[in-house]
């Protein structure tokens, strides 16, 4: 097993259209599973099946769900942003071949930030 593509080093999730963060893994099997953490703490799973020898994996799905965006409470409240997580994959295809790309950190960000969102500042990447 081996990964053939992985997403940039940092790529934007949700908006109005789609912002797909693919992996593509090479693999024998039938299928490929994917193991989605930050840090230590997984954040998600999915599953994809091969096709030419090559499974391509969207994880845009599960970063988006972990940096919604939610705008302020009130007009005098000040939030810090949340729009951006560090996040690897641990992969395993049907035969058990096992594969961890851990060294390789990459980081989601929000694409769209919501109505009545004035301070942005939270949310620039440098």
Known sequence: MEIQERPKE????????????????????????ALVLSGESE???????????????DVSSVLRDRIRVRPPA??????AGTGVIAYWCRFKDSEGA???DQ??????V??????????????TVL
């Open 98 to 100: 096992e594969l961890t």
């Open 74 to 79: 009130g007009l005098e409240v000040v939030e």
């Open 43 to 57: 954040i998600g799973k999915l599953r994809a099946s091969t096709r030419n020898g090559v499974a391509v994996l």
């Open 10 to 33: 940092f790529s934007a999730v949700g908006g109005r259209l789609p912002n797909p963060v693919l992996y593509k893994v090479a693999t024998s099997g039938s299928y490929v599973e």
């Open 110 to 123: 929000a694409a769209a930030l919501p109505a009545g969102v004035s301070d942005y500042s939270g949310y």
């Open 103 to 108: 060294e390789n950190v990459h980081y989601a």
